[in-house]
């Protein structure tokens, strides 16, 4: 690729789920590093935009919003001149409205993967199209590819998610965080088994505070249930003061899901348990993440024991 010396970067990450967001945060990261002096615009799904806005590696954020060519002519008109460098983040999806919308940007050089992996044609005119890595790799490792494709060498050290520093000093310190919800059941760990850690952690003497978010209905209260006393619940809150309280947080345990991605990235120390997907390319980018998974890969075999050693490490200093 040609000398680039981009004064205008757009970096295109439109699907909402926070979790591929923050694996894809190492990536644009090193963009960043790499062109201090560009002004790097981010366009994210109206989900995300609060999780981006204020971070240090986006000089401006922009929200997608709705899907296919009409969302991509919306967004268009938009637009200020025409970005030097154009970068599409994917992992599992494609986003038609985001390619098109590339398209249209205009950019000198538009990177993105190979559109021929997820079955469609080039809607984002790519002038650099990156085969998409052969390995089972981690997902942070995947974005990096495209990264380097941009000339970007490095992955910067974690923290990857600098929270705002006046929610800090709104947020406990100390605090063990549960999430026994998500989004899609199959990765939700049986609430008996986060009983069993919540049981153990208050043992030692910790707070034990449980997150619930709007697709987790009823899990906070079963988990409750099963202690067998009330704990409390975190629900409706905001993604820079969830980040917040994971920084001053003692631990956080949960299913793969967006907030474990967020505690990993802000350097809580993070256990996440695992089934189906595999965590050697979807566990959190951070320096303190452990992810537990049993051996034939099914989330009812992983035991509280586990996961409670996890925490002992942890709580000790040793992770």
């Not at 209260?221 to 202690?227: G, N």
């Not at 959190?284 to 993440?289: A, F, L, M, T």
Request: charged fraction near 20%.
């Amino acid at each position: 690729m040609r000398d680039l010396r981009p004064a205008r970067i757009h970096l295109y990450r439109p699907q909402n789920q926070l979790g591929d967001l923050l694996l894809n945060v190492p990536a644009i990261r090193a963009v960043r590093e790499r062109y201090p002096d560009a002004r790097l615009t981010l366009i994210v799904g109206a989900q995300n935009a609060p999780a981006v806005s204020g971070q240090p590696w986006a000089d401006e954020v922009r929200v997608l919003r709705g899907r296919g060519a009409l969302a991509a002519a919306r967004a268009a008109l938009t637009l200020e001149a025409p970005p030097d460098l154009a970068i599409y983040f994917t992992t599992v999806s494609y986003s038609v409205s985001s390619a098109l919308l590339m398209a249209r940007s205009a950019a000198r050089e538009r990177i993105g993967f190979d559109p021929s992996r997820y079955g469609r044609r080039d809607w984002a005119a790519l002038t650099r199209a990156v085969s998409y890595p052969a390995e089972s790799v981690h997902q942070s490792e995947v974005s990096m590819a495209l990264a380097r494709a941009a000339g970007a060498a490095n992955v910067p050290a974690p923290p990857h998610y600098l929270p705002d520093p006046e929610l800090l000093s709104h947020a406990p310190a100390g605090v063990a965080y549960l999430h026994p919800g998500a989004g899609k059941l199959k990765n939700r760990w049986p609430v008996e088994r986060f009983a069993a850690v919540a049981s153990g952690l208050i043992a030692q003497g910790l707070e034990v505070q449980v997150i619930e978010g709007p697709q987790d209905s009823g899990t906070a209260e079963a988990l409750s249930a099963k202690v067998g006393r009330p704990l409390e619940v975190i629900h409706g809150e905001t993604i820079p003061m969830l980040a917040a309280r994971f920084a001053r947080a003692a631990l956080y345990v949960g299913n793969d899901t967006g907030p474990l991605h967020l505690a990993g990235a802000v350097g809580c120390p993070t256990i996440g348990i695992y089934g189906w997907s595999d965590p050697r390319e979807w566990k959190p980018v951070g320096s303190r993440v452990r992810a537990i998974r049993a051996e034939d890969g099914k989330l009812e075999s992983v035991g509280a024991g586990s996961v409670l050693e996890a925490a002992r490490e942890f709580l000790e200093g040793g992770g």
